[in-house]
Protein backbone atom coordinates (compact mmCIF):
# COMPACT_ATOMS: atom_id res chain seq x y z
CA UNK A 1 0.00 0.00 0.00
CA UNK A 2 1.40 3.24 -0.94
CA UNK A 3 1.93 5.79 1.94
CA UNK A 4 0.77 9.05 1.69
CA UNK A 5 -1.46 11.65 3.47
CA UNK A 6 -2.51 12.99 -0.04
CA UNK A 7 -6.14 12.02 -1.10
CA UNK A 8 -6.87 9.74 -3.53
CA UNK A 9 -9.33 10.59 -6.36
CA UNK A 10 -12.11 7.75 -4.71
CA UNK A 11 -11.40 10.23 -1.25
CA UNK A 12 -12.49 13.35 -2.61
CA UNK A 13 -14.00 15.58 -0.25
CA UNK A 14 -16.05 18.73 -1.01
CA UNK A 15 -14.83 21.70 1.00
CA UNK A 16 -18.40 22.18 2.34
CA UNK A 17 -18.04 18.39 3.96
CA UNK A 18 -15.10 18.83 5.35
CA UNK A 19 -15.88 22.49 7.22
CA UNK A 20 -17.97 20.89 9.86
CA UNK A 21 -14.82 19.48 10.96
CA UNK A 22 -12.76 22.49 10.97
CA UNK A 23 -14.74 24.25 13.93
CA UNK A 24 -12.95 22.37 16.62
CA UNK A 25 -9.31 22.85 15.17
CA UNK A 26 -9.61 26.56 14.24
CA UNK A 27 -11.61 26.85 17.60
CA UNK A 28 -8.50 25.73 19.26
CA UNK A 29 -5.84 27.52 17.29
CA UNK A 30 -6.53 31.00 17.28
CA UNK A 31 -7.68 30.50 20.65
CA UNK A 32 -4.50 29.32 21.58
CA UNK A 33 -2.33 32.52 20.91
CA UNK A 34 -3.46 34.90 18.50
CA UNK A 35 -4.09 37.52 21.21
CA UNK A 36 -0.62 37.05 22.97
CA UNK A 37 1.65 35.88 19.89
CA UNK A 38 2.77 39.60 18.82
CA UNK A 39 3.94 40.39 22.25
CA UNK A 40 5.85 37.06 23.10
CA UNK A 41 7.81 37.13 19.95
CA UNK A 42 8.37 40.76 19.86
CA UNK A 43 10.11 40.74 23.07
CA UNK A 44 11.97 37.41 21.82
CA UNK A 45 13.52 38.60 19.00
CA UNK A 46 12.47 42.20 18.07
CA UNK A 47 12.11 43.30 14.07
CA UNK A 48 12.31 39.33 12.82
CA UNK A 49 9.14 37.90 14.51
CA UNK A 50 7.38 37.98 11.51
CA UNK A 51 10.30 35.03 10.50
CA UNK A 52 10.03 33.81 13.60
CA UNK A 53 6.21 33.39 13.61
CA UNK A 54 7.50 31.77 9.54
CA UNK A 55 9.48 28.81 11.34
CA UNK A 56 7.29 28.35 14.34
CA UNK A 57 4.31 27.92 11.60
CA UNK A 58 6.47 25.63 9.46
CA UNK A 59 7.48 23.18 12.77
CA UNK A 60 3.46 23.13 13.41
CA UNK A 61 2.72 22.19 9.68
CA UNK A 62 5.01 19.25 9.86
CA UNK A 63 3.89 18.14 13.08
CA UNK A 64 0.33 18.33 11.90
CA UNK A 65 1.34 15.92 8.81
CA UNK A 66 3.00 13.29 11.54
CA UNK A 67 -1.07 13.62 13.41
CA UNK A 68 -2.85 13.16 9.78
CA UNK A 69 -0.27 10.44 8.79
CA UNK A 70 -1.33 8.81 12.15
CA UNK A 71 -4.83 9.02 11.65
CA UNK A 72 -4.21 7.34 8.29
CA UNK A 73 -1.83 4.58 9.44
CA UNK A 74 -1.68 4.81 12.98
CA UNK A 75 -5.29 4.26 13.99
CA UNK A 76 -6.04 1.06 12.46
CA UNK A 77 -2.95 -0.82 13.90
CA UNK A 78 -4.35 0.92 17.28
CA UNK A 79 -7.61 -0.61 16.84
CA UNK A 80 -6.66 -4.14 16.15
CA UNK A 81 -3.90 -3.80 19.47
CA UNK A 82 -1.71 -5.76 16.75
CA UNK A 83 1.64 -3.93 17.95
CA UNK A 84 2.12 -3.53 21.78
CA UNK A 85 4.96 -1.04 21.31
CA UNK A 86 2.75 1.31 19.17
CA UNK A 87 -0.28 1.13 22.12
CA UNK A 88 2.06 1.58 24.79
CA UNK A 89 3.63 4.93 23.01
CA UNK A 90 0.15 5.67 22.16
CA UNK A 91 -1.29 5.49 25.98
CA UNK A 92 1.90 7.98 27.12
CA UNK A 93 1.12 10.17 24.39
CA UNK A 94 -3.28 10.41 25.60
CA UNK A 95 -1.23 10.97 29.25
CA UNK A 96 0.76 13.52 28.20
CA UNK A 97 -2.59 15.11 26.41
CA UNK A 98 -4.81 14.98 29.32
CA UNK A 99 -1.27 17.37 30.77
CA UNK A 100 -1.07 19.67 27.88
CA UNK A 101 -4.97 20.08 28.18
CA UNK A 102 -4.54 20.99 32.09
CA UNK A 103 -2.07 23.42 31.52
CA UNK A 104 -3.98 24.97 28.21
CA UNK A 105 -6.45 25.69 30.47
CA UNK A 106 -4.93 27.62 33.03
CA UNK A 107 -3.44 29.64 29.96
CA UNK A 108 -6.31 30.19 28.76
CA UNK A 109 -8.10 31.47 31.73
CA UNK A 110 -4.79 33.58 32.47
CA UNK A 111 -5.37 35.28 28.91
CA UNK A 112 -9.41 35.73 29.99
CA UNK A 113 -8.37 37.40 33.31
CA UNK A 114 -5.59 39.86 31.89
CA UNK A 115 -7.77 40.91 28.73
CA UNK A 116 -11.06 41.36 31.15
CA UNK A 117 -8.95 43.17 34.21
CA UNK A 118 -7.24 45.95 32.01
CA UNK A 119 -10.16 47.53 31.15
CA UNK A 120 -10.68 48.45 34.60
CA UNK A 121 -7.51 48.98 34.77
CA UNK A 122 -7.05 46.09 37.76
CA UNK A 123 -4.36 44.46 35.43
CA UNK A 124 -2.50 43.37 38.96
CA UNK A 125 -0.44 39.62 39.24
CA UNK A 126 -2.93 39.03 42.29
CA UNK A 127 -5.83 39.84 40.64
CA UNK A 128 -5.33 37.76 37.08
CA UNK A 129 -4.42 34.92 39.36
CA UNK A 130 -7.77 35.57 41.90
CA UNK A 131 -10.02 36.13 38.44
CA UNK A 132 -8.37 32.91 36.91
CA UNK A 133 -8.76 30.78 40.27
CA UNK A 134 -12.06 31.57 40.29
CA UNK A 135 -13.06 30.94 36.18
CA UNK A 136 -11.74 27.97 37.01
CA UNK A 137 -13.18 26.65 39.93
CA UNK A 138 -17.02 27.87 38.24
CA UNK A 139 -15.73 25.79 35.16
CA UNK A 140 -14.90 22.80 37.53
CA UNK A 141 -18.31 23.26 39.58
CA UNK A 142 -20.02 23.13 36.39
CA UNK A 143 -18.22 20.26 35.52
CA UNK A 144 -19.07 18.11 38.52
CA UNK A 145 -22.72 19.26 38.48
CA UNK A 146 -23.13 17.94 34.80
CA UNK A 147 -23.40 21.81 33.09
CA UNK A 148 -20.38 21.62 30.63
CA UNK A 149 -21.97 19.40 27.55
CA UNK A 150 -23.99 22.66 27.07
CA UNK A 151 -21.34 25.06 27.29
CA UNK A 152 -19.39 23.16 24.40
CA UNK A 153 -21.42 24.35 21.59
CA UNK A 154 -20.39 28.06 22.51
CA UNK A 155 -16.89 26.89 20.85
CA UNK A 156 -18.57 27.96 17.13
CA UNK A 157 -20.06 31.21 18.07
CA UNK A 158 -16.44 31.96 20.04
CA UNK A 159 -14.99 30.92 16.39
CA UNK A 160 -17.41 33.10 14.38
CA UNK A 161 -16.98 35.49 16.42
CA UNK A 162 -13.23 35.53 17.27
CA UNK A 163 -12.40 35.16 13.23
CA UNK A 164 -15.04 38.33 12.70
CA UNK A 165 -12.73 40.47 15.71
CA UNK A 166 -9.54 39.34 13.79
CA UNK A 167 -10.74 40.02 10.58
CA UNK A 168 -11.36 43.41 11.62
CA UNK A 169 -7.95 43.63 13.51
CA UNK A 170 -6.18 42.68 9.95
CA UNK A 171 -7.88 45.19 8.01
CA UNK A 172 -7.38 47.99 10.73
CA UNK A 173 -3.54 47.12 11.34
CA UNK A 174 -3.31 47.08 7.46
CA UNK A 175 -4.73 50.50 6.80
CA UNK A 176 -2.92 52.23 9.90
CA UNK A 177 0.39 50.67 8.05
CA UNK A 178 -0.35 52.13 4.95
CA UNK A 179 -1.95 54.94 5.99
CA UNK A 180 1.49 55.90 7.84
CA UNK A 181 3.64 54.82 5.11
CA UNK A 182 1.57 57.27 3.05
CA UNK A 183 2.18 59.53 5.67
CA UNK A 184 5.26 59.19 6.93
CA UNK A 185 7.01 57.10 4.26
CA UNK A 186 9.10 54.84 7.02
CA UNK A 187 8.06 52.45 9.31
CA UNK A 188 9.83 52.64 12.93
CA UNK A 189 10.63 48.67 13.64
CA UNK A 190 10.51 47.40 17.21
CA UNK A 191 14.02 47.28 18.88
CA UNK A 192 16.41 43.99 18.78
CA UNK A 193 15.94 42.84 22.77
CA UNK A 194 19.87 42.13 24.27
CA UNK A 195 19.39 38.89 23.75
CA UNK A 196 22.18 36.40 22.57
CA UNK A 197 20.64 34.03 19.77
CA UNK A 198 20.64 30.93 21.91
CA UNK A 199 18.37 33.00 24.07
CA UNK A 200 16.15 34.35 20.83
CA UNK A 201 15.62 30.51 19.61
CA UNK A 202 15.13 28.66 23.26
CA UNK A 203 12.41 31.84 23.55
CA UNK A 204 11.08 31.50 19.72
CA UNK A 205 10.79 27.03 20.92
CA UNK A 206 8.54 28.06 23.42
CA UNK A 207 5.65 29.50 21.94
CA UNK A 208 4.74 25.85 19.82
CA UNK A 209 1.41 26.33 22.13
CA UNK A 210 0.11 29.00 20.04
CA UNK A 211 -0.70 27.08 17.04
CA UNK A 212 -1.80 24.41 18.85
CA UNK A 213 -5.07 23.01 18.09
CA UNK A 214 -4.58 20.76 14.86
CA UNK A 215 -3.75 17.72 16.31
CA UNK A 216 -8.04 17.44 17.57
CA UNK A 217 -9.21 16.13 14.32
CA UNK A 218 -7.29 12.85 15.82
CA UNK A 219 -10.30 12.48 18.41
CA UNK A 220 -13.15 12.99 16.16
CA UNK A 221 -13.35 9.55 14.40
CA UNK A 222 -17.26 9.33 16.31
CA UNK A 223 -18.01 11.75 14.30
CA UNK A 224 -16.22 12.49 10.75
CA UNK A 225 -14.31 9.52 8.70
CA UNK A 226 -10.61 9.67 8.84
CA UNK A 227 -10.11 11.54 5.54
CA UNK A 228 -12.47 13.94 6.06
CA UNK A 229 -10.47 14.57 9.15
CA UNK A 230 -7.21 14.79 7.61
CA UNK A 231 -8.23 17.31 5.74
CA UNK A 232 -9.84 19.46 7.94
CA UNK A 233 -6.64 19.33 9.77
CA UNK A 234 -4.49 20.21 6.58
CA UNK A 235 -7.14 22.81 5.88
CA UNK A 236 -7.12 24.68 9.03
CA UNK A 237 -3.38 25.04 9.72
CA UNK A 238 -3.05 26.44 5.61
CA UNK A 239 -6.15 29.09 7.14
CA UNK A 240 -4.61 29.79 11.05
CA UNK A 241 -1.19 29.96 9.73
CA UNK A 242 -1.33 32.41 7.09
CA UNK A 243 -3.14 34.42 9.26
CA UNK A 244 -0.52 34.19 12.26
CA UNK A 245 2.29 35.39 9.78
CA UNK A 246 -0.05 38.20 7.86
CA UNK A 247 -1.09 39.41 11.46
CA UNK A 248 2.55 39.59 13.04
CA UNK A 249 3.62 41.04 9.66
CA UNK A 250 0.73 43.90 9.68
CA UNK A 251 1.21 44.48 13.69
CA UNK A 252 5.16 44.99 13.43
CA UNK A 253 5.24 48.77 12.69
CA UNK A 254 2.64 49.37 15.37
CA UNK A 255 4.20 47.57 18.04
CA UNK A 256 6.87 50.52 18.49
CA UNK A 257 4.41 52.59 20.84
CA UNK A 258 4.93 49.63 23.36
CA UNK A 259 8.84 51.38 23.87
CA UNK A 260 9.90 48.04 24.91
CA UNK A 261 7.08 47.14 27.86
CA UNK A 262 5.38 44.00 26.35
CA UNK A 263 2.79 42.32 28.12
CA UNK A 264 0.51 39.16 27.63
CA UNK A 265 -2.71 42.27 26.96
CA UNK A 266 -0.63 43.71 24.74
CA UNK A 267 -2.50 43.50 22.01
CA UNK A 268 -5.05 46.00 23.47
CA UNK A 269 -2.72 48.79 23.10
CA UNK A 270 -1.72 47.83 19.83
CA UNK A 271 -5.41 48.18 18.89
CA UNK A 272 -6.14 51.24 20.78
CA UNK A 273 -3.56 52.77 18.60
CA UNK A 274 -5.25 51.84 15.29
CA UNK A 275 -8.75 52.34 16.63
CA UNK A 276 -10.56 53.34 20.13
CA UNK A 277 -13.49 51.09 18.51
CA UNK A 278 -11.57 47.84 18.25
CA UNK A 279 -10.69 47.87 22.07
CA UNK A 280 -14.50 46.40 23.43
CA UNK A 281 -14.88 44.45 20.91
CA UNK A 282 -11.36 42.43 21.13
CA UNK A 283 -11.78 41.75 25.35
CA UNK A 284 -15.46 40.39 24.45
CA UNK A 285 -13.57 37.89 21.88
CA UNK A 286 -10.83 37.40 24.33
CA UNK A 287 -12.93 36.88 27.04
CA UNK A 288 -15.49 34.13 25.09
CA UNK A 289 -12.65 32.71 23.09
CA UNK A 290 -10.51 31.52 25.73
CA UNK A 291 -13.25 30.60 28.35
CA UNK A 292 -15.00 28.40 25.04
CA UNK A 293 -11.45 27.07 24.81
CA UNK A 294 -11.14 26.49 28.14
CA UNK A 295 -14.56 24.61 28.33
CA UNK A 296 -13.72 22.44 25.67
CA UNK A 297 -10.35 21.35 26.99
CA UNK A 298 -11.54 20.24 30.41
CA UNK A 299 -13.97 18.30 29.12
CA UNK A 300 -11.28 16.73 26.87
CA UNK A 301 -8.91 16.47 29.89
CA UNK A 302 -11.66 14.60 31.97
CA UNK A 303 -13.00 12.29 28.99
CA UNK A 304 -9.64 11.31 28.25
CA UNK A 305 -8.78 10.87 32.05
CA UNK A 306 -11.48 8.24 32.14
CA UNK A 307 -10.87 6.44 29.13
CA UNK A 308 -7.56 6.36 30.05
CA UNK A 309 -7.99 4.86 33.31
CA UNK A 310 -11.18 2.19 32.02
CA UNK A 311 -13.32 4.52 34.29
CA UNK A 312 -11.50 4.15 37.25
CA UNK A 313 -11.06 8.06 37.55
CA UNK A 314 -15.17 8.77 36.62
CA UNK A 315 -15.68 12.55 35.02
CA UNK A 316 -16.65 14.28 37.56
CA UNK A 317 -13.55 13.12 39.90
CA UNK A 318 -11.63 14.41 36.96
CA UNK A 319 -12.65 17.92 36.52
CA UNK A 320 -11.95 18.44 40.13
CA UNK A 321 -8.66 16.59 39.40
CA UNK A 322 -8.09 19.68 36.31
CA UNK A 323 -9.51 22.09 38.01
CA UNK A 324 -7.37 21.51 40.93
CA UNK A 325 -3.99 21.51 39.19
CA UNK A 326 -5.06 24.78 36.83
CA UNK A 327 -5.64 26.40 40.01
CA UNK A 328 -2.45 25.66 41.32
CA UNK A 329 -0.64 26.86 38.46
CA UNK A 330 -2.55 30.11 38.02
CA UNK A 331 -0.40 31.19 41.11
CA UNK A 332 2.60 29.82 40.00
CA UNK A 333 3.71 32.32 36.71
CA UNK A 334 3.24 35.09 34.16
CA UNK A 335 1.72 34.39 31.26
CA UNK A 336 4.76 33.86 29.28
CA UNK A 337 5.88 31.40 31.69
CA UNK A 338 2.26 29.38 31.28
CA UNK A 339 2.75 29.76 27.65
CA UNK A 340 6.12 28.25 27.73
CA UNK A 341 4.84 25.32 29.90
CA UNK A 342 1.95 24.54 28.01
CA UNK A 343 3.79 24.41 24.64
CA UNK A 344 6.50 21.87 26.60
CA UNK A 345 3.69 19.71 27.68
CA UNK A 346 2.10 19.71 23.83
CA UNK A 347 5.64 18.83 22.46
CA UNK A 348 5.83 16.02 24.57
CA UNK A 349 2.43 14.98 23.00
CA UNK A 350 3.71 15.57 19.34
CA UNK A 351 7.12 14.00 20.27
CA UNK A 352 5.33 10.70 21.35
CA UNK A 353 3.05 10.68 18.26
CA UNK A 354 6.07 11.18 16.28
CA UNK A 355 7.61 8.09 17.55
CA UNK A 356 3.95 6.21 16.94
CA UNK A 357 3.97 7.30 13.41
CA UNK A 358 7.95 5.97 13.11
CA UNK A 359 6.55 2.56 14.27
CA UNK A 360 3.34 2.21 12.53
CA UNK A 361 5.34 3.31 9.22
CA UNK A 362 6.75 1.79 6.29
CA UNK A 363 7.28 4.44 4.52
CA UNK A 364 11.47 6.10 4.60
CA UNK A 365 10.38 9.18 3.77
CA UNK A 366 7.26 9.49 6.79
CA UNK A 367 10.44 7.66 8.88
CA UNK A 368 12.41 10.86 8.09
CA UNK A 369 9.56 13.55 8.82
CA UNK A 370 9.37 11.83 12.24
CA UNK A 371 12.67 11.71 13.46
CA UNK A 372 13.54 15.10 12.09
CA UNK A 373 10.18 16.37 13.76
CA UNK A 374 10.51 14.65 16.72
CA UNK A 375 13.84 16.03 17.65
CA UNK A 376 12.54 19.80 16.88
CA UNK A 377 9.89 19.12 19.50
CA UNK A 378 12.66 17.28 21.63
CA UNK A 379 14.34 20.31 21.31
CA UNK A 380 11.29 23.15 22.38
CA UNK A 381 10.67 20.14 25.19
CA UNK A 382 13.94 20.61 26.85
CA UNK A 383 15.28 24.08 26.14
CA UNK A 384 12.13 26.63 25.83
CA UNK A 385 11.89 28.93 28.11
CA UNK A 386 9.85 32.01 28.63
CA UNK A 387 10.14 35.59 27.73
CA UNK A 388 10.37 37.99 29.89
Wanted: glycine content about 6%.
Amino acid sequence: MKEQTDLNPSEYRTFRQVMPAMSIPLASIFGSGFLVIVPVLVSSVGAYAALAMLVVALVAFQAGAVVRHNIIYAEPVLAAEENRMALMVERLSSLALVAAYVVSVCLYIHILSSFVLSAFAMDSDFNKSLLTSMVIGFITMMGVMGGLKPLEKMESIALYVTLAILTVLLLGFALYDINHYVNVGSFTMPAMPQRSTWEMITIVAGTLIVVQGFETTRYLGRQFDAWTRVLASRYSQYLSLTVYVVFVVLALPVVSILHGDYEGNSLILLAAEVSALLVSPLIVAAALSQFSAAVADTLAAAENMSEITHNRIRQRWGYVMVGSIAIMLAWSGSIFEIITLASRAFALYYFLQCIVGFIVSESQFERGRCVLVGLALLFVLIFAVPAG
